[in-house]
Protein backbone atom coordinates (compact mmCIF):
# COMPACT_ATOMS: atom_id res chain seq x y z
CA UNK A 1 0.00 0.00 0.00
CA UNK A 2 0.89 3.92 -0.92
CA UNK A 3 1.97 5.58 2.31
CA UNK A 4 0.00 8.29 4.03
CA UNK A 5 1.09 11.53 1.39
CA UNK A 6 0.87 15.46 2.14
CA UNK A 7 0.82 17.98 -0.05
CA UNK A 8 2.99 20.50 -0.72
CA UNK A 9 6.33 19.12 1.57
CA UNK A 10 7.19 23.17 1.40
CA UNK A 11 5.76 26.47 1.81
CA UNK A 12 6.60 29.98 2.25
CA UNK A 13 3.99 32.13 3.33
CA UNK A 14 3.50 35.81 4.38
CA UNK A 15 2.08 37.29 7.67
CA UNK A 16 -2.25 37.50 7.27
CA UNK A 17 -2.04 35.28 4.18
CA UNK A 18 -3.67 31.59 4.25
CA UNK A 19 -2.96 27.91 3.67
CA UNK A 20 -4.50 25.03 2.64
CA UNK A 21 -2.29 21.60 3.24
CA UNK A 22 -3.24 18.35 1.95
CA UNK A 23 -3.36 15.12 3.31
CA UNK A 24 -3.87 11.21 1.22
CA UNK A 25 -4.04 8.93 3.73
CA UNK A 26 -3.33 5.23 3.42
CA UNK A 27 -6.15 3.05 1.17
CA UNK A 28 -8.56 1.97 3.86
CA UNK A 29 -8.12 4.04 6.69
CA UNK A 30 -10.84 6.51 7.24
CA UNK A 31 -9.29 8.48 10.63
CA UNK A 32 -6.51 11.47 9.77
CA UNK A 33 -5.32 13.46 12.30
CA UNK A 34 -3.04 16.46 12.20
CA UNK A 35 -0.33 17.82 14.28
CA UNK A 36 2.17 20.79 14.52
CA UNK A 37 5.53 20.38 15.27
CA UNK A 38 7.60 23.20 16.37
CA UNK A 39 11.02 23.00 18.48
CA UNK A 40 9.41 25.19 21.73
CA UNK A 41 6.08 23.65 21.52
CA UNK A 42 6.96 19.87 19.99
CA UNK A 43 4.42 17.76 18.82
CA UNK A 44 0.84 18.84 19.59
CA UNK A 45 -1.98 17.67 17.98
CA UNK A 46 -4.46 19.87 15.61
CA UNK A 47 -7.70 17.48 15.13
CA UNK A 48 -8.65 14.46 14.22
CA UNK A 49 -11.17 13.46 11.21
CA UNK A 50 -13.27 10.28 11.19
CA UNK A 51 -15.84 9.48 8.31
CA UNK A 52 -15.44 13.59 7.87
CA UNK A 53 -16.16 14.20 11.16
CA UNK A 54 -14.35 16.13 13.12
CA UNK A 55 -14.23 14.11 16.33
CA UNK A 56 -11.10 15.17 17.96
CA UNK A 57 -9.94 18.78 18.44
CA UNK A 58 -6.89 20.08 20.26
CA UNK A 59 -6.30 23.55 21.69
CA UNK A 60 -5.60 25.90 18.86
CA UNK A 61 -7.48 29.00 17.77
CA UNK A 62 -10.02 29.28 15.27
CA UNK A 63 -8.08 29.79 12.79
CA UNK A 64 -7.21 26.70 12.28
CA UNK A 65 -9.33 24.41 10.26
CA UNK A 66 -9.74 21.18 8.59
CA UNK A 67 -12.79 19.20 6.47
CA UNK A 68 -12.32 14.98 5.50
CA UNK A 69 -13.67 14.51 2.11
CA UNK A 70 -16.02 10.94 1.55
CA UNK A 71 -12.68 9.57 -0.07
CA UNK A 72 -10.77 9.82 3.35
CA UNK A 73 -8.43 12.56 1.99
CA UNK A 74 -8.26 15.36 4.48
CA UNK A 75 -6.82 19.21 4.19
CA UNK A 76 -6.21 21.66 7.01
CA UNK A 77 -6.69 25.72 6.70
CA UNK A 78 -4.57 27.73 8.39
CA UNK A 79 -6.11 31.47 8.01
CA UNK A 80 -4.86 35.09 8.76
CA UNK A 81 -0.89 33.51 9.26
CA UNK A 82 1.30 34.72 12.07
CA UNK A 83 4.92 34.31 12.49
CA UNK A 84 4.50 31.10 14.69
CA UNK A 85 2.85 29.44 12.74
CA UNK A 86 5.79 28.37 11.06
CA UNK A 87 6.25 24.49 11.89
CA UNK A 88 6.10 20.98 10.44
CA UNK A 89 2.20 20.02 9.92
CA UNK A 90 2.01 16.37 10.22
CA UNK A 91 -0.72 14.11 9.29
CA UNK A 92 -1.24 10.71 10.36
CA UNK A 93 -4.17 8.19 9.52
CA UNK A 94 -5.20 5.37 10.71
CA UNK A 95 -7.87 2.18 10.37
CA UNK A 96 -9.67 2.93 13.79
CA UNK A 97 -11.12 6.03 15.44
CA UNK A 98 -8.32 5.54 18.38
CA UNK A 99 -5.87 3.40 20.15
CA UNK A 100 -4.08 2.30 17.09
CA UNK A 101 -1.21 2.36 15.08
CA UNK A 102 -0.96 5.96 13.49
CA UNK A 103 0.93 6.34 10.77
CA UNK A 104 2.45 9.95 9.53
CA UNK A 105 3.05 11.25 6.17
CA UNK A 106 6.50 13.21 5.39
CA UNK A 107 4.64 16.78 6.59
CA UNK A 108 4.41 19.68 5.45
CA UNK A 109 6.83 22.37 6.06
CA UNK A 110 5.67 26.00 6.23
CA UNK A 111 7.63 29.02 6.49
CA UNK A 112 5.82 32.34 7.58
CA UNK A 113 7.55 35.70 7.01
CA UNK B 1 2.62 20.24 30.47
CA UNK B 2 3.12 17.26 28.51
CA UNK B 3 1.03 14.10 28.97
CA UNK B 4 4.24 12.21 27.99
CA UNK B 5 8.50 13.05 28.89
CA UNK B 6 10.90 11.45 27.67
CA UNK B 7 14.33 10.78 29.28
CA UNK B 8 16.75 11.80 28.81
CA UNK B 9 16.59 14.72 26.28
CA UNK B 10 19.94 13.55 24.46
CA UNK B 11 21.85 10.55 24.21
CA UNK B 12 25.25 10.14 22.61
CA UNK B 13 26.53 6.61 22.18
CA UNK B 14 29.28 4.49 20.24
CA UNK B 15 27.71 1.93 17.73
CA UNK B 16 27.02 -1.52 19.11
CA UNK B 17 26.43 0.31 22.30
CA UNK B 18 22.94 -0.32 23.77
CA UNK B 19 20.21 2.63 24.29
CA UNK B 20 17.96 2.81 27.12
CA UNK B 21 15.29 5.82 26.98
CA UNK B 22 12.28 6.59 29.59
CA UNK B 23 8.84 8.06 29.44
CA UNK B 24 6.94 8.99 32.47
CA UNK B 25 3.54 9.72 31.86
CA UNK B 26 0.76 11.40 34.24
CA UNK B 27 -2.57 9.49 33.77
CA UNK B 28 -4.27 5.84 33.34
CA UNK B 29 -3.62 5.03 29.86
CA UNK B 30 -4.91 2.85 27.19
CA UNK B 31 -1.90 1.89 25.47
CA UNK B 32 1.37 3.80 24.84
CA UNK B 33 3.31 4.02 21.55
CA UNK B 34 6.89 4.65 20.62
CA UNK B 35 7.77 6.38 17.70
CA UNK B 36 11.06 7.50 15.91
CA UNK B 37 11.60 10.46 14.01
CA UNK B 38 14.51 11.06 11.22
CA UNK B 39 15.41 14.73 11.30
CA UNK B 40 12.45 17.02 10.09
CA UNK B 41 10.44 13.91 8.84
CA UNK B 42 7.79 12.08 9.47
CA UNK B 43 7.13 9.64 12.68
CA UNK B 44 7.60 6.00 11.86
CA UNK B 45 5.83 3.84 14.22
CA UNK B 46 7.62 1.49 16.05
CA UNK B 47 5.79 -0.76 19.08
CA UNK B 48 2.88 -0.09 20.58
CA UNK B 49 2.14 -1.45 24.34
CA UNK B 50 -1.18 -2.29 25.72
CA UNK B 51 -2.10 -0.96 29.51
CA UNK B 52 -2.17 -5.28 30.41
CA UNK B 53 1.11 -5.64 28.64
CA UNK B 54 4.23 -5.82 30.24
CA UNK B 55 7.07 -5.94 28.10
CA UNK B 56 7.19 -6.69 24.03
CA UNK B 57 9.89 -6.88 21.60
CA UNK B 58 10.46 -5.80 18.34
CA UNK B 59 13.67 -7.21 16.54
CA UNK B 60 16.32 -4.92 18.35
CA UNK B 61 14.12 -3.38 20.18
CA UNK B 62 12.21 -3.84 23.85
CA UNK B 63 9.52 -1.85 25.33
CA UNK B 64 8.50 -2.34 29.22
CA UNK B 65 6.17 -1.08 30.48
CA UNK B 66 5.16 -0.59 34.44
CA UNK B 67 1.49 1.09 34.93
CA UNK B 68 2.69 1.56 38.92
CA UNK B 69 4.93 3.76 37.72
CA UNK B 70 3.13 5.57 35.31
CA UNK B 71 6.60 4.63 33.42
CA UNK B 72 8.05 2.92 29.70
CA UNK B 73 11.26 2.22 28.72
CA UNK B 74 12.72 1.66 25.33
CA UNK B 75 15.56 -0.39 24.99
CA UNK B 76 17.72 -0.45 21.37
CA UNK B 77 20.07 -3.15 21.74
CA UNK B 78 23.36 -3.31 19.42
CA UNK B 79 22.78 0.41 18.39
CA UNK B 80 23.49 0.85 14.93
CA UNK B 81 24.72 4.66 13.00
CA UNK B 82 21.11 4.52 11.54
CA UNK B 83 19.42 4.48 14.66
CA UNK B 84 20.53 8.12 15.33
CA UNK B 85 16.95 9.96 15.53
CA UNK B 86 14.31 11.38 17.97
CA UNK B 87 12.50 9.07 20.09
CA UNK B 88 8.87 9.75 21.26
CA UNK B 89 6.20 7.84 23.39
CA UNK B 90 2.70 8.43 23.05
CA UNK B 91 -0.28 8.22 24.81
CA UNK B 92 -3.80 8.27 24.95
CA UNK B 93 -5.37 8.76 28.31
CA UNK B 94 -7.47 7.00 29.33
CA UNK B 95 -11.27 7.95 28.41
CA UNK B 96 -9.31 10.29 26.06
CA UNK B 97 -9.06 9.49 22.05
CA UNK B 98 -6.53 12.68 21.98
CA UNK B 99 -3.00 11.28 21.73
CA UNK B 100 -0.05 12.96 23.73
CA UNK B 101 3.50 13.55 22.14
CA UNK B 102 6.65 13.77 24.73
CA UNK B 103 9.17 16.14 23.55
CA UNK B 104 11.40 13.19 22.62
CA UNK B 105 15.01 11.72 22.83
CA UNK B 106 17.42 12.64 20.65
CA UNK B 107 20.07 10.20 20.21
CA UNK B 108 22.89 9.96 18.35
CA UNK B 109 24.78 6.98 17.52
CA UNK B 110 28.20 7.47 16.56
CA UNK B 111 30.12 4.87 14.34
Known amino acids: KAGVTQTPRYLIKTRGQQVTLSCSPISGHRSVSWYQQTPGQGLQFLFE???????NKGNFPGRFSGRQFSNSRSEMNVSTLELGDSALYLCASSSLQSGETQYFGPGTRLLVL | SQQGEEDPQALSIQEGENATMNCSYKTSINNLQWYRQNSGRGLVHLIL?????REKHSGRLRVTLDTSKKSSSLLITASRAADTASYFC???????????FGRGTSLIVHP
Open chain 2, 49 to 53: IRSNE
Open chain 1, 49 to 55: YFSETQR
Open chain 2, 90 to 100: ATEPGGSYIPT
